[in-house]
């Protein structure tokens, strides 16, 4: 298989990601969205260092691991950031008994 | 000890009286502040008379007193040098000798003032001595031009001595602005000669045995003759010639003393001892001299014009000043340098006498300056009078007195020039005899004309302001006999043998054609008379005065000075106003402030508009952030 499918692929999916953070006003569905965008680089990453060496030997056994080192670091990232936006999601919700992101602008005054 | 040794004192003395009296203005009494301000000049003068006995000896050579490096750059090196030689020290003299009297007046004349403006006055009276000090003892033009510098400044800080009226202000504005025109052509005279010889030293220069003037130098050589033009300019300015004279007239709204020692002592003769000092450059600049005769000339004539009809006592004399000035300049236009420095001198005494007795008169008339509304003042006023009347017949050029001897020896070298010139300036000196008779007999003759009140005032003014005026109605009388004629006296020309060492060497560049002892003695005989007999004229003329009817035709133009003010007005100050009124509404309004408000304003509508983006709605931040990645790619995929 070739590369371009993988391209495509998380193309689609960091567009569909975007659309949706953009279009939407729940919060959690942004917040899904944005996890998306995420999922959709990782996916890349991992693309790129599965099919580095592949044009040039097909059974290669040793292929580039930074990539996938660099995925792990984007997991635990994203892990700890859904614990922190979450957190402020419920405190959204029961500030303002609803999760609209139009009413974070709040703040403001 | 040797006084020379001691030269350093004699600026110095005046310079601690200036600090001393400045900084205690608020504490020193008025009786010490005045006894220090006289002090330290009454010890000037006794030193200068030291030195004065030093330099009349006959082993004596002109002296070099180099003190420091005043300025060292690349290759020209400026020490701050004083030399002494004849002329400055009969400089000297006059300067501390009429500045010291003029000083004790003072202390009566000024006794009305605060403490604090006493003291000031005093400070700058002791600075403008010293200033007048330093330019005769400087041993170059650049020491010079300090003390030439020093002089304006405390005639600007004199003549608006009373600040608070601001016509006073504008007056020394005037003299201080008429003052840099003539400065600036003085320091370009200066860089010319560093830039031809890479000195300005006066021993460098005008040495007679290696000095680079009399060495290098052929006469009427272009540069020669622009430099002493420059340097001219900037006589003019000091001394007040035509065509930068009106700042003259207008000193008179200083206090009467300080009138007196700008007129006499210090200022305005350091234009004629500039160019006596200079005196070798000179005279190899044939046409230079001929410009100085004619603009002496000229100014000698016009000013007395102008005297006949003025009716300020102040303004007379104001304008008597600029036209002896004139003779000054027509004696060393004709290379008479010795005969102008013996005008200096008697000058000194008259003008400085005319002066001290006018403010005598302005004292008893409790301020009031208008000779129409005098009179009668003889009988009231006898020191005055006589005084006044003693200094009136020395400057008219009556026999014996100081002026004829000294205007005499003047008009003499110009008939050696050519008869011309005597006979211009001959009538420039009757008409000095006839303002300056018609002023004593309006002053002091007659009826009184002013107010009740004032005659009631009138008295005799105290002896700390009568007594100089006797000492200088002594000068002013007996100061002639320092240079009688060779005609009566053989050798009794003492003066013009004293300086003779200091003007020998210009002599064998000047060409003139002595008249005979016989044409001389005629002429002096002839003027004499003629002088007489206007002064008798104007006396009997002005002796009865009552109100005069309003001038018309030629009158009304002296009377209002040929309007030069107004001239100059309209030529140089009005355009000038108009200039400044342009660029400050166009150029600096428009022009630059629109450029700096535009700015301002631009920044302030753009962060106005910029603001609304910040709406606080998390979609548009994301939105935001997505446009800014896109151009972000769309930049790399275009840049590779």
């Known amino acids: 298989m070739e590369i371009k499918w993988y391209i495509f692929l998380s193309l689609i999916l960091f567009c569909i990601g975007i659309i949706g953070a953009l279009t939407r006003r729940n919060s959690i569905i942004v917040f899904m969205c944005i996890e998306l965008m995420l999922n959709s680089v990782n996916l890349l990453l991992i693309a790129f260092s599965k099919m580095h060496l592949a044009p040039v030997n097909a059974f290669a056994t040793t292929m580039a691991t930074s990539a996938q080192i660099f995925v792990f670091f984007i997991m635990i990232v994203a892990a700890a950031e859904v614990s922190v936006g979450l957190a402020i999601i419920v405190m959204l919700y029961r500030n303002t008994r609803s999760i609209d992101i139009n009413f974070l602008n709040r703040l403001k005054n | ?640």
């Not at chain 2, 008179?252 to 001892?273: E, K, N, R």
């Not at chain 2, 629109?594 to 302030?604: L, S």
């Open chain 2, 1 to 640: 000890m040797d006084a020379i040794q001691l030269i350093y004192l004699i600026p110095l003395l005046p310079l601690v009286g200036f600090l001393i009296n400045g900084l205690g203005r608020n504490t020193l009494s008025k009786t010490v502040t005045g006894f220090i301000g006289s002090a330290v000049i009454f010890l000037s003068f006794c030193l200068s008379v030291w030195i004065f006995f030093n330099v009349s000896d006959p082993g004596f050579t002109t002296q070099n007193i180099s003190y420091f490096n005043f300025i060292n750059v690349g290759k020209l090196h400026i020490p701050f040098e004083f030399q002494l030689d004849q002329l400055t020290s009969v400089f000297l003299l006059i300067i501390t000798g009429v500045g010291f009297l003029i000083h004790v007046y003072s202390i009566s004349y000024m006794k009305d003032e605060t403490q604090s403006g006493f003291g000031r006055y005093f400070s700058y009276l002791n600075l403008f001595v010293f200033s007048m000090l330093i330019l005769v003892l400087g041993g170059n033009y650049v020491i010079m031009f300090i003390g030439w510098e020093g002089v304006g400044l405390c005639s600007y800080l004199l003549i608006g001595f009373w600040f608070k009226d601001h016509a006073n202000n504008n007056a020394a504005k005037k003299a201080f602005v008429m003052n840099r025109i003539g400065d600036m052509g003085f320091l370009l005279a200066m860089f010319w000669l560093v830039a031809l010889y890479g000195t300005v030293s006066y021993h460098d220069l005008y040495n007679p045995d290696n000095g680079i003037i009399t060495a290098l130098s052929t006469i009427n050589s272009p540069a020669i003759v622009g430099i002493t033009l420059l340097f001219f300019v900037g006589a003019m300015g000091k001394s007040a010639q035509i065509p930068l004279y009106t700042w003259l007239p207008d000193a008179m709204a200083g206090p009467t003393p300080v009138s007196a020692l700008i007129h006499a002592a210090t200022m305005v003769t350091a234009g004629i001892y500039m160019i006596a000092r200079s005196n070798i450059l000179y005279s190899l600049a044939p046409t230079t001299l001929a410009v100085v005769a004619g603009i002496g000339l000229a100014t000698a004539i016009f000013a007395a014009i102008i005297a006949l009809k003025q009716n300020d006592i102040k303004k007379v004399l104001a304008y008597s000043t600029v036209s002896q000035l004139g003779y000054m300049f027509l004696g060393l236009g004709v290379g008479a340098f010795s005969s102008a420095v013996f005008h200096v001198m008697t000058h000194a005494f008259f003008k400085a006498l005319l002066f001290l007795a006018a403010g005598s008169v302005i004292h008893a008339m409790g301020g009031e300056q208008d000779i129409t509304k005098m009179g009668g003042l003889g009988k009231k006023m006898k020191i005055t009078y006589v005084t006044f009347f003693i200094a009136t017949l020395a400057i008219s050029g009556i026999p014996p007195f100081a002026g004829f001897f000294s205007k005499d020896e003047i008009l003499s070298a110009a008939f050696a020039q050519s008869p011309v010139l005597y006979i211009l300036g001959f009538g420039g000196a009757l008409l000095t005899a006839f303002y300056m008779f018609r002023l004593m007999a309006m002053t002091f003759k007659g009826k009184f004309r002013g107010t009740p009140e004032q005659e009631h005032h009138l008295h005799e003014s105290p002896a700390t302001m009568t007594v100089p005026l006797i000492i200088l109605a002594v000068l002013s009388a007996l100061g002639g006999f320092l240079g009688v004629p060779e005609l009566f006296v053989k050798d009794g020309n003492l003066i013009a043998n004293f300086l003779s060492p200091v003007f020998e060497h210009s002599k064998q560049f000047i060409t003139t054609n002595e008249p005979g002892p016989q044409t001389d003695l005629i002429l002096l005989v002839v003027s004499s008379v003629l002088i007489i007999v206007v002064a008798i004229w104007a006396w009997n003329k002005y002796k009865k005065y009552t109100i005069e009817e309003a001038e018309s035709g030629f009158g009304k133009l002296i009377s209002n000075k040929f309007y030069v003010d107004e001239i100059y007005d309209a030529i140089f100050v009005q355009p000038y106003r108009s200039l400044s009124g342009f660029l400050n509404n166009v150029f600096d309004r428009r022009g630059v402030d629109g450029i700096v408000n535009g700015v301002g304003k631009t920044v302030n509508y753009g962060s106005r508009q910029l603001r609304l983006l910040q709406s606080g709605r998390v979609g548009s931040y994301l939105l935001l952030m997505v446009i800014g990645l896109l151009i972000l790619f769309i930049i790399q995929l275009f840049t590779k």
